[in-house]
C-alpha cells in the first residue's frame, strides 16, 4: 500500500505529479506517467506496478494489468534490493487477491515476502513496507494478533526513521485497529485519530473516507455521526472508492 510508490515528498516535478493522481484514485494516469520509465528502468517499474497494485486493493478491479506489471518488474529487477523490492509487490497483489475474495493466494503471498525478507536487509528502506505487509499477513490470514502488532510496530519504527508519513499512516491505523479488537479503546482512539491526522496532512484523499470511517466507530455521539457524513460524503466524491467501504457505510 505504501513503501516503493510513496514518495510525494520529493522535489522531482514527476514524483509530484504521480503522487497527485494516485493521491486522488487516479491510479490508471499515475501508472502511465511512469510507463515509459518502467519499460526498462527496474525501479520505475516497480513503482508502476505498486500503483497498480493499490489500484486492485481499493477498487477490487485491474487485476491482470497489476500482474503484467509485477512480472514486467520481475523480469527487469537485477540486485537483491529490487528483486525483493518486486517480490514484496509480488507478495502484495497476491494478498490482495486473497483477502478481497477473488482467488485464494495466500500460499503464494507467504512465499513471495518469505523471499522478499531474505532480499532485503533490515536497514533497507523497503523493510519497513515489507514488515506492514507481512503484519497484514499475519492478521488477516493467519488470524494471530500478536504477530501481527510485532511487525507493524517493527515498520512503524523504520517508516517514521526514513520519514514515511503515509506509511506511518497505514501502521497507525492497524495498529488501532488491534488495540480496539484488544479492547483498548484510548489506545484505538489515539492511533485512528493520528492515521487521520497524517493522510490530511499529506492530502491523501482516497485513504480519508476509511480514516474517517474507522475514528466514527470508537468516537461518542453527535461526533460519530459527523464522521460516517464526511467518509460518505468523500466516498461519494471518489467515484465510491475504495469498493469495500460502500458495504461498511451503508450500514452505518
Known amino acids: 500500500m505504501s513503501g516503493s510508490v510513496h514518495r510525494e515528498q520529493g522535489e522531482d516535478p514527476l514524483d509530484r505529479a504521480v503522487w497527485r493522481l494516485r493521491s486522488r484514485g487516479c491510479w490508471d494516469d499515475a ?3 511512469l510507463a515509459a520509465d518502467a519499460a526498462t528502468d527496474a525501479g520505475a517499474a516497480v513503482r508502476r506496478a505498486g500503483l497498480l497494485v493499490e489500484r486492485c486493493m481499493f477498487t477490487t478491479a485491474g487485476w491482470a494489468e497489476a500482474e503484467e506489471a509485477v512480472r514486467a518488474a520481475e523480469a527487469l529487477a537485477r540486485g537483491d534490493a529490487l528483486r525483493g523490492a518486486a517480490a514484496c509487490e509480488r507478495g502484495h497483489l497476491a494478498y490482495a487477491a486473497t483477502v478481497l475474495g477473488v482467488r485464494d493466494r495466500a500460499d503464494e503471498a507467504r512465499s513471495a515476502l ?6 532485503l536487509p533490515p536497514t533497507a528502506p523497503g523493510r519497513a513496507v515489507l514488515d506492514f505487509r507481512r503484519g497484514l499477513l499475519a492478521e488477516h490470514l493467519g488470524d494471530t494478533p ?3 502488532k510485532a511487525a ?8 517514521t526513521a526514513h520519514g514515511d508519513t503515509l506509511l506511518c499512516s497505514f501502521t497507525w ?3 488501532a485497529g488491534l488495540a480496539l479488537r484488544g479492547g483498548d479503546l484510548t489506545e484505538a482512539r489515539h492511533g485512528f485519530t493520528e492515521s487521520l491526522r ?3 496532512e499529506l492530502g491523501f484523499l482516497v485513504g480519508m473516507a476509511p480514516a474517517l470511517a474507522a475514528l466514527a466507530d470508537v468516537q461518542p455521539e453527535p461526533e460519530a455521526t459527523r464522521l460516517r457524513a464526511e467518509a460518505q460524503r468523500l466516498f461519494r466524491l471518489l467515484g465510491g472508492v475504495p469498493t469495500w467501504l460502500a458495504e461498511r457505510l451503508a450500514a452505518a
Open 114 to 119: 518469505g523471499r522478499a525478507a531474505a532480499l
Open 146 to 148: 500478536q504477530a501481527a
Open 173 to 175: 491505523r492497524h495498529l
Open 198 to 200: 497524517l493522510r490530511e
Open 152 to 159: 507493524y510496530r517493527r515498520a512503524h519504527a523504520a517508516a
Open 31 to 33: 501508472a502511465a506517467l
